[in-house]
């Protein structure tokens, strides 16, 4: 008997889904209704053909409306060779140029207090 009634149950919301399917459809035909009265309007009021709309929609031009987004651009600057701005006082050869992370060095000079002793003199960039 207990299967029975779970069965009549199934069967009784199926029945309930299968009526739910036809209102969903019947108010989507509805708005497609709507939605198409809207551009047959639209197209008359800019002198459209049907012609038109179908090669438009063949030539996929619908579709290039929509812009992609615009990637960052880089700045003026990037990419560019820069001279050295500072050098490390307890080697020569370690230079920054004042751009990007600084080197623990710097943050050591930073931390000190004393980073504008290990500026490079503007003669000595030039040479």
């Given amino acids: 008997m207990a299967r029975t009634s779970v069965e009549n149950q199934l069967a009784s919301i199926r029945k309930q889904r299968e009526l739910l399917d036809k209102k969903e459809q019947a108010l989507k035909s509805k708005s497609h209704e709507k939605v198409l009265a809207q551009i047959v309007n639209m197209a ?8 038109d709309i179908t090669k438009a929609l063949s030539s996929g031009k619908a579709a290039k409306a929509v812009k992609a987004p615009k990637t960052a651009k880089k700045g003026a600057l990037a990419g560019k060779k820069v001279a050295p701005k500072y050098c490390n006082p307890a080697n020569p050869e370690q230079t920054w140029t004042g751009r990007g992370v600084s080197p623990t060095w710097v943050q050591a000079l930073k931390a000190a207090g004393t980073l504008d002793s290990a500026l490079i003199a503007p003669a000595a960039v030039a040479a």
């Fill in 44 to 51: 008359k009021e800019a002198g459209l053909t049907a012609a």
